[in-house]
């Protein structure tokens, strides 16, 4: 079985953004879903409702993603498109990356990057380059496939985007 083109989907911001969570790709229940972090055991809405006070686990996705924006905090990937078999970063191949740069550049309160992953962190700092002033942040990835790393370990982490986000 030959590796699909997979996409992106279209990023989640808008002028408040102040952070940006920037993923590698979505994994195949978030394609089928159409939806970021669709999977079960993906942490993610763990982790950002930790850094935000919010229990968003038990929110609809669309009340998710407002409560992010009301937070100042965007979704989106790096990888525009690839090919891969399943959903593990280490298949993607042929891989065609967004246009970080200028799309940062209309976010006009943007501080800080937050990568969910090493493999997110790699392509993501290569498409930054050092013409910029945001701090980029890794972070562990969110992914069931990342185990390695306690659920703990992972919200401490992430907490170190906190100083960014929108104090409302």
């Known amino acids: 079985m ?10 989640v911001a808008d ?8 993923g590698s790709l979505p994994g195949e229940t978030s394609l089928r879903a159409k939806r970021y972090y669709a999977h079960k055991q993906n942490r993610f809405w763990h982790l950002v409702g930790a850094l935000t ?12 993603l407002a409560l992010l924006l009301h937070h100042g905090i965007g979704l989106w990937d790096v990888v525009r498109s ?30 800080a990057i937050g990568f969910n992953g090493t493999t997110a962190a790699r392509i993501g700092r290569a498409a930054m380059g ?19 790393m ?6 401490a982490r992430w907490l170190a ?3 960014f986000l929108d104090q409302r």
């Open 161 to 163: 985007l906190q100083p």
């Open 150 to 155: 306690p659920l703990a370990e992972k919200t």
């Open 2 to 11: 030959s590796a699909l083109r997979k996409s992106s989907f279209a990023p």
């Open 53 to 64: 006070g919010e229990d968003l686990p038990a929110l609809d996705y669309e009340d998710r």
């Open 130 to 148: 050092c013409d910029h002033t945001l701090s980029l942040i890794d972070l562990p990835s969110s992914s069931p496939a990342f185990a390695a």
């Open 82 to 111: 690839g090919r891969r078999k399943g959903s593990l970063d280490s298949e993607l191949r042929e891989v065609e990356r967004n246009a970080l740069p200028g799309f940062t550049a209309t976010l006009p309160n943007l501080a």
């Open 15 to 22: 002028d408040r953004t102040r952070i940006l969570i920037l």
